[in-house]
């Protein structure tokens, strides 16, 4: 019984330093929203004097979820030098129909559409990006994923922050919307707006960013060739984290801009939710493994779960569990509120399990190496590299 005794002891105290650590992550998260939020970035307003021509990239693969609507935005910009490229691989690809329609529809705009399916490695889109590239007119370049939805000032918001030499990349956060009911969809909305976007704003405060967001990456063609181009990184699976590591390692800094576009998603299954989270948290441990590791502090649910457990259903230990949840919980209402997110009291039950859901998904981050990823399977090798292992 004394051995017993012990190790709940132990099991407690270990819970008190998660719970501890978790919900001084959370207050970090919040205020870091706080000062994200309310104090309005001078560096980002628009300038008269300097608007520089754009070219935006568009890579595409298939029908995106409400993809139409999507690129729309884009077209919609009210920004006076703009190329748009759109890419995909296959000219029976889906998407080259609602580029048509795009084209049509905005005869004024000056939009390509390149087909080609030449490719220079494992990840399809950089090949795609890279065929992109070369009919590229201007110096300023902006990339996002078809699933992104952007307002109408979005191009200058962006774009504004290069005006100063020192920043060599900037990027977006993203807050999601579901395009199709189902638990698994609404599942991976809240594991984004819940999760990961508090953790972006948390990270701002903790470390200097070396990564960045496929949500929005805008730099200049100057600062892609001095890291050898897109061709560098055609074997990678988490391009968006290579363009933002390399260029920090370039000595140039990487822009958080206080515009947050909307990711638009639909998970047509729990399978594909599974994909969704084992794909993300393996590529996050294969990047960063330390960082990683010691995510598990920040999981508050887990530890208020373990105190209950080693310590018992007293006073002092359900309060203590209790207040680690409210403060998880109020600093998700307080930067969905920020990320105009709608937040319902009857909402916390979402969060809760989103919570519970990353425990398995934190472990199964450690028990392979394979991922799926746009109909196939990939192995990730200790570079970071993929490895095409089998088709779907």
Not at 218 to 233: D, K, P, S, W, Y
Not at 235 to 255: F, K, P, T, V
Not at 259 to 270: E, K, M, N, Q
């Amino acid at each position: 019984m004394g051995n017993v005794s012990v190790d709940l002891s132990v099991w407690q105290v270990i819970a008190w330093i998660g719970m501890a650590v978790s919900s001084w992550f959370s207050l970090t998260c919040a205020y870091s929203g706080w000062e994200f939020f309310t104090r309005r970035r001078r560096e980002e307003a628009p300038s008269p004097e300097w608007v520089p021509a754009v070219t935006l990239l568009k890579p595409l693969k298939g029908l995106d979820p409400q993809l139409y609507d999507n690129l729309s935005t884009f077209c919609r910009q009210h920004y006076p030098r703009l190329q748009i490229i759109f890419g995909v691989a296959d000219a029976q690809d889906p998407a080259v129909s609602v580029v048509r329609s795009l084209q049509r529809e905005h005869p004024m705009l000056d939009i390509d559409l390149i087909i080609d399916g030449r490719l220079y490695g494992t990840n399809d889109k950089v090949s795609n990006l890279i065929n992109m590239c070369r009919r590229a007119k201007y110096d300023i370049l902006v990339l996002s994923d078809g699933d992104i939805r952007v307002p109408p000032d979005y191009l200058h918001r962006v774009v504004a922050p290069l005006r100063d030499d020192r920043i060599g990349l900037v990027t977006c956060m993203y807050r999601a919307v579901a395009a199709q009911s189902g638990l698994p969809t609404l599942l991976w909305c809240w594991t984004i707006n819940a999760l990961l976007t508090p953790q972006i704003l948390g990270a701002r405060k903790v470390e200097k960013p070396t990564y960045a967001f496929g949500a929005t990456l805008a730099l200049r063609r100057a600062t892609l060739q001095a890291i050898h181009g897109f061709e560098e990184i055609a074997n990678m699976l988490a391009d968006d984290y290579q363009l933002g590591n390399r260029i920090a390692a370039q000595g140039l800094r990487l822009w958080l801009s206080e515009c947050v576009v909307d990711t638009v998603l639909a998970v047509g299954s729990w399978r594909g939710l599974f994909h969704h989270l084992l794909r993300r948290a393996r590529t996050n441990r294969s990047h960063r493994p330390v960082s990683y590791f010691f995510t598990v502090l920040t999981q508050g649910l887990l530890w208020a779960i373990v105190n209950v457990v080693a310590g018992g259903v007293g006073v002092f230990t359900l309060c203590a569990s209790l207040l680690t949840i409210v403060i998880r919980c109020v600093t998700v209402a307080y930067v969905g509120r920020g990320l105009r997110v709608g937040w319902r009291m009857s909402d916390t039950w979402l969060v809760l399990f989103t919570d519970l859901l990353q425990i398995p998904v934190w472990v199964g981050g450690f028990l392979g190496n394979s991922v799926w990823w746009s109909g196939r399977r990939f192995r990730i090798l200790k570079s970071g590299e993929m490895e095409v292992r089998s088709a779907a």
